[in-house]
């Protein structure tokens, strides 16, 4: 897979990621979330370590990697 479609799957997975599955009552929502999140920051890791394309999709409450 080259560089492009990494980043593209990467902006993909955070536009499409829950991100208020931490406050979900159902509890599989939240492991798929919780699952989510992992995937996201270990991408996160490899190809945007500034959060930069991270920012770009995520909630204010969720830039820079928290919660």
Do not use: C
């Amino acid at each position: 897979m080259n560089a492009m479609n990494v980043i593209k799957t990467y902006l993909e997975a955070l536009e499409s990621h829950d991100w208020s599955y931490t406050y979900s009552e159902d509890q599989s929502a939240y492991k798929s979330g919780s699952k989510s999140r992992e995937t996201l920051l270990e991408l996160q890791k490899q190809i945007d370590p500034e959060f930069q394309i991270w920012n770009t999709v995520a909630p204010k409450a969720w830039q820079d990697g928290k919660y």
